[in-house]
């Protein structure tokens, strides 16, 4: 029995990478640009990331999921640029996905209290198949777990394309909603042109202050919902954050439906060391099966430099959650 659960994590994992697997950091702060390209231009600082998750380690062929960007502010030009670079590898390797994008931002005021940022990237996309002979979940009888004849093909062996995304923030001090529109054009360079699905992704959260002033010991509790959808999966997570101390403490809980819809609990811990901030986190799968994967795992970590306190007209540059 225990064979053909793992059979059936192994081959329901490669089938949806051969789907064109989107992957959400459950953290997500930890990859701002990966909701929406206008975040390039939002804040005060600019700042160079990386971040890697491990989907899934106890199943034999789990994802690795990495991602590391760049952003640089131009608070004359109340703008902002940036690069980001981002892919997976899936089923022992059999699978990966490399991307890189070029960002660019501007922010622009609304009233004293409002600002909005628009966002637009370019990029280059480009999965690959490394082996044959693959078991999909659709080939398995599910009453006797014994591999009947293959009913899905790999669309290709190898895809690439340009894409084309856009995206806006408007936010205050206290509240922020931005939302990023991915992939809205492909330029196919080679594969099957359906390979490569548009993303829609949502984020809006709040920051309620608790505690301290200004200057020292501010405390703060951001509730946040999170949300992406596509052709193949649709998740939604809702969360509270704790920021505070110098700490970023996090609790959501996270739904997603492809196929089948799963569940899961994240928690997540940061430090901010001033200019460098390190974050971890661990995703519970909720489900009794799905628990023998070990659930997801995830590292982060960021550094600050050069702040910028004014832009164009002179004016402090609002700084939202997170």
Known sequence: MLKHVTILLLTCLLYSASSAQEYNFAQYYLDKLGISPAFVSVGDYNEVGFAIRSQWPGVDGGYKIYMAEYQQKLPTYSSGIGMRIYGDY??????????ADLLYGYDFGITDRIKCSFGLSAGFIGRFVRQENMVYYSMIDPATGNIG??????????????????????????????IGLHRLANMVISGDGNYSPSVIAVLINHKFKIGGTEHKLEQFIVPTLCYTHSRYANMIMPGVYYSGYRLLLSLAYRMEK???MASSVVMGAGFDFGKVELSIGHELETSSVLRQTCGSYEVGIKYKFEKSEKNRSGKTILCPAF
């Not at 004849?149 to 922020?176: I, N």
Request: charge should be negative.
């Open 90 to 99: 899936g089923g022992q390797s059999a699978f990966s996905t490399t991307c």
């Open 149 to 178: 004849g293959a009913t899905e093909m790999l669309p290709a062996d190898a895809y690439r394309s340009l894409t084309f995304s856009t995206g806006f923030a408007v936010y205050t001090k206290e509240t922020m909603l931005a």
């Open 258 to 260: 492809a196929d089948k």
